[in-house]
T-cell receptor
Framework: GENVEQHPSTLSVQEGDSAVIKCTYS??????FPWYKQELGKGPQLIID?????GEKKDQRIAVTLNKTAKHFSLHITETQPEDSAVYFC????????????FGTGTRLTVIP | DAGVIQSPRHEVTEMGQEVTLRCKPI?????LFWYRQTMMRGLELLIY????????DSGMPEDRFSAKMPNASFSTLKIQPSEPRDSAVYFC????????????FGPGTRLTVT
């Protein structure tokens, strides 16, 4: 089965700085990589995703990159704000067939004002 | 538009009692997923349904756990009898068949078994 590893487990940055979270996956058949943001007391919220036919995707201050050869993908948040503080999860799945999302262990991001 | 709805939001029960968690998926979504989140194991998929039919229940921990989806707008996850190690946050998620991989999560039910 798929195994997703995520680093770091905690990350503290100053407001305005950038944050980078990295994930690796094991199943070369995985072709869909979403990122979820989970705020305290809430469910995970899909914030951005990338498919394996794309190397990079950007949405305002967040971007994801994918290196399919190396089996790793990353989340980049620029100009961080206090409201970015949350736990971020990466995941891997296949677009067709089984739709199980295999999650990383999460990164607790703290943006210091 | 309403997202995934779960009830109750919090449940405290004693060991041995039956617990029923409820979920209403987003209208029009064909897939429904039940996850469990703990500090030790992270987010784990328990079971998922497609068009009300269970597709993969390999993540269900043991026979004490059961899930049903009697119709497209309602699902239950039942634990009988409950044990302290079942304490966790249980999430329901749903997705649309055309984009089945884009899952939208509910707010979760925090279960505490004493």
């Amino acid at each position: 089965g798929e195994n997703v590893e995520q680093h770091p487990s905690t990350l503290s940055v100053q407001e305005g700085d950038s944050a980078v979270i990295k994930c690796t996956y094991s199943d070369s058949a995985s072709n869909y990589f979403p990122w979820y943001k989970q705020e305290l007391g809430k469910g995970p919220q899909l914030i951005i995703d990338i498919r394996s036919n794309v190397g990079e995707k950007k949405d305002q201050r967040i971007a994801v990159t994918l290196n399919k050869t190396a089996k790793h993908f990353s989340l980049h948040i620029t100009e961080t704000q206090p409201e970015d503080s949350a736990v971020y999860f990466c995941a891997a799945s296949r677009i067709s067939g089984a739709n199980n999302l295999f999650f990383g262990t999460g990164t607790r991001l703290t943006v210091i004002p | 538009d309403a997202g995934v709805i779960q009830s109750p939001r919090h449940e405290v029960t004693e060991m041995g009692q039956e617990v029923t968690l409820r979920c209403k998926p987003i209208s029009g979504h064909d897939y429904l997923f039940w996850y469990r989140q703990t500090m030790m194991r992270g987010l784990e998929l328990l079971i998922y349904f497609n068009n009300n039919v269970p597709i993969d229940d390999s993540g269900m921990p043991e026979d004490r756990f059961s899930a049903k989806m009697p119709n497209a707008s309602f699902s239950t996850l039942k634990i009988q009898p409950s044990e302290p190690r079942d304490s966790a946050v249980y999430f329901c998620a749903s997705s649309f068949a055309g984009l089945a991989y884009e899952q939208y999560f509910g707010p979760g039910t925090r279960l505490t078994v004493t």
